[in-house]
């Protein structure tokens, strides 16, 4: 079953005068990453939420975030960093005695001063909290793997139709094949003569060369779709670099034994060798052009 990596859950129950909220959220990642948001009370619940997660996903980046909120009636805690606010006091004498500052150093200045002052509304350590902070979790998850179910399944779906749309251009395309292969073979053989002239010194040895890049262009068509050609030496594309010297051994051979019998030349030894030269990407044909 294809499950989609991004999903949501969110669960929240009452909790004394406020309000305990625990929400999930999960994207796409390559490998399984977790984070957890918890309030500092509750951090110790982090390892086993981990746990609980990697058991029903494989996945994704999930995010958890816990929040606790106080009702009307909540109790909030100051905190005075007593050891910082020394610190800075010594600090700001120090600026003020080595720039020769004027002013004072009084009490609105140190309570404005980060970190020194704090408020802390956050619930102290409580049994029961931590179980429905579990509960709601529990719950949330199961919401989020739901949600990963439904979208898999309109994934999946959305392939099979792809692929259908894709089976019904092949169709097309394999009735087409012939066709294409006598028009490359049209096309080349417009290229030689608007080449040549009107006069073509060799017709049949002409026609020869356009049945030979015919017959191995329609080869390298056909490597292209597995399911059309039936050889592994189509595939690997050995027998189209067979074909390119096979060629071009049957045109230097021909022009060899003609000079090698003292026979005078032809038109076309005089006029020069024509070679068509048709080969996959990289198999030399630069190379073998400059040789």
């Keep these: 079953m294809i499950r989609s990596m991004t999903g949501f859950g969110r669960r929240q129950s009452p909790w004394q005068d406020g309000s305990v909220t625990v929400e999930m959220r999960s994207v796409n990642h390559r490998f399984l990453e977790i984070a957890c948001r918890l309030p500092r009370s509750l951090s110790h619940l982090e390892d086993s939420f981990k746990k609980a997660i990697q058991q029903r996903c494989a996945r994704g980046r999930i995010d958890i975030t816990v929040t606790v909120q106080g009702g009307k009636g909540r109790t909030g805690s100051v905190n005075l960093d007593q050891p910082l606010a020394k610190q800075y006091h010594q600090a700001l004498r120090t600026l003020k ?5 004027s002013g004072s150093i009084d009490l609105a200045l140190m309570a404005g001063l980060r970190d020194v002052v704090s408020i802390s509304d956050q619930p102290t350590e409580d049994p029961k909290l931590a179980k429905t902070v579990q509960q709601l979790t529990t719950m949330a998850l199961t919401d ?3 949600m990963r179910t439904r979208e898999g399944k309109a994934l999946a779906e959305d392939m099979r139709a792809r692929i259908q749309t894709i089976r ?3 169709t097309l395309i394999a009735g087409r094949s012939p066709l294409l292969a006598q028009e490359a073979f049209n096309r080349m053989k417009v290229r030689v003569e608007k080449l040549l002239g009107s006069e073509i010194p060799d017709p049949s040895r002409l026609y ?3 049945a030979l890049y015919q017959y191995h262009w329609l080869q390298g068509q056909r490597c292209g779709n597995c399911r059309s050609c039936g050889s592994d030496e189509g595939r690997t594309g050995t027998d189209s670099r067979t074909g390119t010297k096979r060629r071009m051994n ?3 051979a021909t022009s060899s034994s003609a000079s090698a019998s003292g026979q005078p030349r032809s038109s076309m030894d005089r006029r020069g060798i024509l070679f068509i030269i048709s080969a ?8 073998l052009c400059k040789q």
């Design 97 to 101: 005695k080595s720039l020769k500052l």
């Design 144 to 146: 989020l793997e739901d």
């Design 168 to 170: 019904g251009h092949q």
């Design 208 to 210: 020869q060369e356009l």
């Design 250 to 252: 049957s045109v230097t």
């Design 280 to 287: 996959p990407s990289g198999t030399g044909k630069t190379t």
